[in-house]
């Protein structure tokens, strides 16, 4: 069972009327920008936080580096809910991109072809599975072993 | 599945399966066209990834929080590359029922008896890739491993 595909809210998308279609991707692009924005300034800000460490910890003022380092990790850690939140919006603003061409059917229709087809992030059952999911698989923190 | 639309198929006549074709045809060709920029976009991505790899590696020998800071870039990029490669499963699904319709109704149309294996062995040619590895098989493992290393010795251990 391909979860994604099983909400209704994209199931009843195909059945809306073009100018409910056009609304609804309206809603998701302003919501994708929004989330976008927010996401680039806090990696901005992050690097801005690493440059400077690095630029106080070769000048060996260690202390002033190291508090550079816990406001990048702090940057780090709070961008992780907005990651969350631009994935699910991205996925579902592509979905519904890729649900409007012309002569799309639903990929449940092959699954008793081919039960075994990855369907990656949309098979991922709900938001906090996504949420799970991406913070083991892109969150650097978790890989670095630290825990704010 | 492909069964009973082999048998509603070759209960049609033949203008109705031309049409049919013809639709599955024009289908075929815009989800070909679709997954095609998908791919370009997840290659590009991945060449974008690799860099960042290699950047963050060569900052780890001078300085960790450049490092740290390239480590930041991937994770977003990495976010973009698991979005880009679930959507181009879908593409790629579509793509893949359109074009066993047209081999069906040509089938049909040539006379040629409903073979399951043939089904079979063009599901498992076209999805190859998505059955026997993981989309979310990309980790950060290997370098970041060192990174923390490096971390740890940098913050002497007091924040974590």
């Given at each position: 069972m391909i979860s994604w595909f099983n909400r209704s809210r994209i199931r009843s998308y195909v059945k809306?009327?073009?100018?409910?279609?056009?609304?609804?991707?309206?809603?998701?692009?302003?919501?994708?920008?929004?989330?976008?924005?927010?996401?680039?300034?806090?990696?901005?800000?992050?690097?801005?936080?690493?440059?400077?460490?690095?630029?106080l910890q070769s000048r060996g003022k260690e202390e002033k580096a190291k508090e550079a380092l816990n406001s990048f990790k702090l940057e780090l850690a709070s961008s992780q809910p907005v990651l969350n939140a631009y994935v699910s919006t991205a996925l579902e603003k592509q979905?519904?991109?890729?649900m409007s061409m012309e002569g799309f059917e639903?990929?449940?229709?092959?699954?008793?072809?081919?039960?075994d087809i990855d369907y990656g992030l949309f098979s991922v059952n709900a938001t906090n599975e996504l949420d799970a999911l991406l913070s083991a698989e892109v969150n650097p923190f978790e890989e670095l072993g630290i825990d704010i | 599945m492909a069964r009973p639309i082999y048998d509603k198929l070759a209960k049609m006549r033949k203008s109705k399966l031309d049409s049919l074709e013809y639709g599955h045809q024009q289908h075929l060709t815009?989800?070909?066209?679709?997954k095609e920029g998908k791919v370009s976009e997840v290659q590009s991505l991945d060449k974008k990834l690799t860099k960042l790899r290699k950047k963050a590696s060569?900052?780890?020998?001078?300085?960790?929080?450049?490092?740290?800071?390239?480590?930041?870039?991937?994770?977003h990029?990495?976010?973009?590359?698991?979005?880009?490669?679930?959507?181009l499963s879908v593409m790629r699904s579509n793509q893949?029922?359109?074009?066993?319709?047209?081999?069906?109704i040509q089938d049909v149309k040539a006379g040629v008896e409903y073979d399951p294996s043939r089904v079979d062995n063009l599901a498992a040619s076209e999805f190859s890739e998505l059955v026997e590895e993981s989309i979310i098989s990309t980790n950060l493992d290997g370098i970041l491993g060192d990174l923390r290393s490096e971390l740890d010795?940098?913050?002497g251990g007091e924040d974590r």
């Amino acid at each position: 069972m391909i979860s994604w595909f099983n909400r209704s809210r994209i199931r009843s998308y195909v059945k809306l009327s073009t100018r409910k279609q056009n609304k609804m991707k309206q809603e998701i692009d302003v919501r994708f920008a929004e989330q976008r924005s927010i996401m680039d300034s806090r990696l901005a800000n992050a690097k801005d936080y690493a440059r400077k460490a690095d630029r106080l910890q070769s000048r060996g003022k260690e202390e002033k580096a190291k508090e550079a380092l816990n406001s990048f990790k702090l940057e780090l850690a709070s961008s992780q809910p907005v990651l969350n939140a631009y994935v699910s919006t991205a996925l579902e603003k592509q979905l519904l991109e890729v649900m409007s061409m012309e002569g799309f059917e639903f990929p449940d229709l092959l699954s008793d072809l081919r039960e075994d087809i990855d369907y990656g992030l949309f098979s991922v059952n709900a938001t906090n599975e996504l949420d799970a999911l991406l913070s083991a698989e892109v969150n650097p923190f978790e890989e670095l072993g630290i825990d704010i | 599945m492909a069964r009973p639309i082999y048998d509603k198929l070759a209960k049609m006549r033949k203008s109705k399966l031309d049409s049919l074709e013809y639709g599955h045809q024009q289908h075929l060709t815009r989800f070909s066209n679709a997954k095609e920029g998908k791919v370009s976009e997840v290659q590009s991505l991945d060449k974008k990834l690799t860099k960042l790899r290699k950047k963050a590696s060569n900052e780890l020998d001078s300085s960790v929080p450049r490092a740290l800071g390239t480590a930041m870039e991937m994770r977003h990029v990495q976010a973009d590359l698991l979005i880009a490669k679930s959507v181009l499963s879908v593409m790629r699904s579509n793509q893949f029922y359109h074009r066993l319709m047209m081999m069906l109704i040509q089938d049909v149309k040539a006379g040629v008896e409903y073979d399951p294996s043939r089904v079979d062995n063009l599901a498992a040619s076209e999805f190859s890739e998505l059955v026997e590895e993981s989309i979310i098989s990309t980790n950060l493992d290997g370098i970041l491993g060192d990174l923390r290393s490096e971390l740890d010795g940098h913050l002497g251990g007091e924040d974590r």
